[in-house]
């Protein structure tokens, strides 16, 4: 059995639920929270990823304004839109145990600033992994 390391588990399970938004993402049968969550996790496995990357501890949080937090203490490299994900956070806790959450937000924008972070976590791996 092979053990990936804590940042490429994390960062392949990003994937998964980005992968599952790319796939529903027209399908008007799949409520957009649902899509939205789905990002969140995303969002919330890249950074815990860059993080476990760099060997800082990190919280078993999901409040990725905490996150983003954690990576600018510790000089942790972050593309300038990072800060847009915040308003994804309540999709992970409030909509996770049952709460409608009235907001919307769009769901087209944010899969692709989401897909633009997976490259750049995907880049700071690659670099990582050369050196």
Do not use: W
């Amino acid at each position: 059995m092979v053990i990936k390391e804590e940042y490429r588990a994390l960062f392949d399970l990003g994937c998964q639920d980005l992968k599952l938004v790319e796939k529903n993402l027209e399908d008007k049968e799949i409520r957009e929270q649902i899509l939205l969550f789905h990002l969140q996790q995303a969002v919330e496995k890249f950074l815990k990823s860059l993080i476990s990357l760099n060997h800082v501890k990190f919280p078993k949080i999901h409040d990725i304004e905490e996150l983003i937090e954690l990576c600018k203490e510790n000089k942790i490299p972050l593309p300038a839109f990072v800060d847009e994900f915040v308003s994804l956070t309540p999709f992970a806790v409030e909509f996770r145990y049952g709460f409608i959450i009235e907001e919307t937000l769009d769901i087209n924008y944010f899969y692709q600033k989401v897909t633009e972070f997976k490259r750049f976590t995907e880049k700071c791996i690659t670099e990582h992994n050369k050196g």
